[in-house]
């Protein structure tokens, strides 16, 4: 169906009709723990081309996404849809029981792994992100952002091509902390290693310890510089 504009009206019905195949495809490649009900919880009457869908593993753990799918082909919106989706699906495989810091940001950068992988296997094309801005919103706020540092890596590692660098029609530069860059890079290097293995997303507590004394470096290091903003700190 097409607007006035040669945009495509997707709708509820459409974007249901894309769960089942997407399903089917995150198997292929991942293994999910049983067939739970991927069902839609709430359709925002008001607004016909939204949608929230739940992915429950179990009782404890259900994941909502809302996605706004209006502003392309059909075909794109199926394909953002696909990236969104099997990012959420990625949860319900990656998640761990564990209030760490680690293991939140662990199952996020897992998930947009997985979601990724199936992308580039399926040449689904996904949503473009600015890895600048991921950066900066990552370490650069006034609080730590473990989600937004958890799509940094999971693009940088993955999908350079596809993320680009050009927000609002200018190129962005996040400038980072030397030191933090460097913790960064640590901290790449360690899931550059990671995610290659079959089975990669069951990280182990050595692992995962060893994430979480990383992040935390990058929490301590943002809050020395929020305290001391003129401490000169030399590069490692
Ligand atoms: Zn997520």
Redesign the pocket.
């Known amino acids: 169906m097409e607007s006035k504009k040669g945009i495509a009206m997707i709708t509820q019905k459409q974007i249901r009709a894309w769960i089942p195949p997407a399903v089917e495809t995150f198997k292929k490649y991942y293994p999910l723990p049983e067939d739970p009900p991927y069902r839609i919880i709430n359709e925002y009457p008001d607004n016909p081309r939204s949608i929230m869908f739940t992915t429950p593993a179990n009782e404890i753990f259900i994941v909502r996404s809302q996605v706004d799918y209006s502003k392309s082909s059909p075909r794109k919106c199926q394909q953002l849809f696909n990236h969104h989706y099997w990012?959420e699906l990625g949860?319900v495989v990656s998640k761990i029981d564990s209030p760490k810091m680690s293991a939140i940001f662990w199952s996020?950068f897992a998930?947009e792994v997985m979601s990724l992988k199936i992308c580039k296997a399926e040449n689904n094309t996904p949503m473009a992100v600015d890895l600048q801005a991921l950066l900066d919103q990552s370490v650069n706020m006034e609080e730590f952002d473990p989600y937004a540092l958890a799509h940094y890596f999971a693009g940088s590692l993955l999908n350079k091509n596809i993320y680009y660098e050009i927000i609002d029609g200018k190129t962005y530069k996040a400038t980072i902390d030397p030191v933090i860059s460097n913790l960064i890079a640590n901290i790449k290097e360690t899931l550059g290693h990671l995610i290659d293995p079959p089975g990669f997303w069951k990280i182990t507590d050595e692992d995962l310890c060893l994430l979480e004394n990383e992040l935390i470096e990058i929490k301590a290091m943002m809050r020395i510089r929020r305290l001391t903003p003129d401490l000169q700190i030399p590069l490692p």
């Open positions: 990012h949860h996020e998930s």
